[in-house]
């Protein structure tokens, strides 16, 4: 959807597609967040994979790269 769709619709039009986006986004989220622990867990049942943890200092000098990437690579093309 564009900007000037988006911005032509009627104010509580927008508000509903707003708060419905919002609620199916956390759902979509939540539902992906169960699937990776227990793919997770499944893996690490399996006991045949060794898992690293990163640090929250790793994490975070890994999350500030990824996103530096994602800035300046090209639409559909980002890379860590």
Do not use: H, V, Y
């Not at 564009?2 to 609620?23: C, H, T, V, Y």
């Not at 929250?56 to 800035?71: G, L, Y």
């Amino acid at each position: 959807m564009n900007k000037k769709f988006w911005d032509g619709l009627p104010a509580d039009i927008r508000d509903q597609l707003s708060k419905a986006m919002k609620e199916s986004t956390a759902f979509g989220n939540g539902q992906s967040a169960k699937e990776n622990d227990d793919a997770l867990e499944a893996i690490r049942k399996a006991g045949k994979t060794e898992i690293d943890t990163l640090t929250p200092e790793q994490d975070a000098r890994c999350a500030r790269r990824w996103s530096r990437s994602t800035r300046t690579s090209p639409a559909g093309s980002a890379s860590p």
